[in-house]
């Protein structure tokens, strides 16, 4: 089997996510403490033990939720199951992050820093309450960009921005322009088009001041060639040319997840089984509805690490 190694975006974290891997496996706890060190700041207290509303806040959402998915990465190494058992990783928007620190392009450090800024950067781009995002459910892409298109035929700004899969289409924009969005959904059919609890409009042309942002802070890194090939979010195909990886990141700010296309790129390069790495269960969810005939797995315990490595040791 073909496999590819996807990790999570926001929306996946929780309180306590990590804790038994780290206290399992050596190796994973230092992911934590490396990432608690890059920050100047003990994020594994909030993640271990904290509240969720501050997990929540994006600038801790995106470094903690890719401290947990290179723990878990580190721990499926343990046990013998390296990057190179994937023939493409792939994340979804931060967990792009994940994927290329997990493939070796950026390091712990850099990628714990770099989410920091991030998030900090995208909450900043938007005052709050002036931005918005908003599921919409039971109609397909080309649907919804339509739909984007008429809403925001009065000046305001809303497009598609998480194609996440044939029934779930997320936009973003100004607040009043996705509520629009979410009316003109409604009346084209939509099973359910429901604002979602996000604090800046992500993956929109709003986010153009935080794309600056990240364009001078990873021109400060040092990007390597993933060991594995990376599937780009703004893509949907496989890269692994440091400096098209570097721009890519920078588009990804304002760009559209395109995380449908990036998965039937996935089938159409032989990969029939589908590893999600860290947090939570929402990719393989997506995955399946995408295409049925690609198994999947989810791995965020050491039960699940040990049952996948057995699985391929089998």
């Not at 723990?71 to 979804?92: D, Y």
């Not at 080309?142 to 899969?165: F, H, K, S, Y």
């Not at 098209?244 to 995380?259: D, F, M, N, P, Y």
């Amino acid at each position: 089997m073909s496999k590819a190694f996807v990790f999570p975006g926001q929306g996946a974290q929780t309180i306590g996510m990590g804790k038994a891997l780290a206290d399992a496996y050596p190796a994973a706890k230092a992911v934590f403490d490396e990432v608690d060190e890059s920050l100047g700041e003990k994020l594994s207290d909030l993640i271990w033990e904290g509240d969720q509303e501050t997990l929540t806040l994006t600038q801790n959402a995106q470094p903690a939720l890719m401290a947990t998915s290179l723990a878990t990465m580190r721990a499926l190494e343990a046990e013998g199951v390296s990057i190179e058992a994937a023939s493409l990783v792939a994340g979804h928007s931060l967990g792009e992050y994940s994927a290329l620190a997990a493939a070796g392009a950026l390091s712990v450090s850099d990628c714990a820093r770099l989410l920091r800024t991030r998030g900090q950067a995208m909450q900043a781009a938007v005052p709050v309450g002036e931005g918005a995002m908003a599921a919409i459910l039971g109609l397909d892409f080309a649907t919804v960009t339509e739909v984007a298109l008429a809403a925001a035929a009065d000046g305001g700004v809303v497009q598609a921005a998480n194609d996440n899969d044939p029934a779930q289409v997320v936009v973003s924009g100004n607040a009043a322009a996705v509520e629009k969005a979410v009316e003109l959904a409604k009346e084209k059919g939509a099973k359910r088009a429901m604002l979602l609890p996000v604090s800046a409009p992500f993956h929109s042309a709003l986010m153009a001041p935080a794309a600056d942002v990240m364009a001078s802070a990873l021109s400060e890194v040092t990007i390597t060639a993933p060991r594995v090939p990376v599937v780009a979010n703004v893509t949907a195909s496989g890269v692994q040319d440091p400096a098209e990886i570097r721009a890519l990141l920078v588009k990804q700010v304002t760009g559209s997840v395109r995380w449908r296309e990036s998965v039937e790129y996935m089938g159409a390069q032989g990969v029939d089984d589908v590893w999600e790495i860290g947090a939570g269960k929402a990719l393989i969810g997506m995955v399946r509805r995408i295409n049925r005939d690609i198994a999947t797995r989810a791995i965020g315990t050491p039960e699940d690490v040990k049952a996948a490595a057995e699985s391929m040791a089998g």
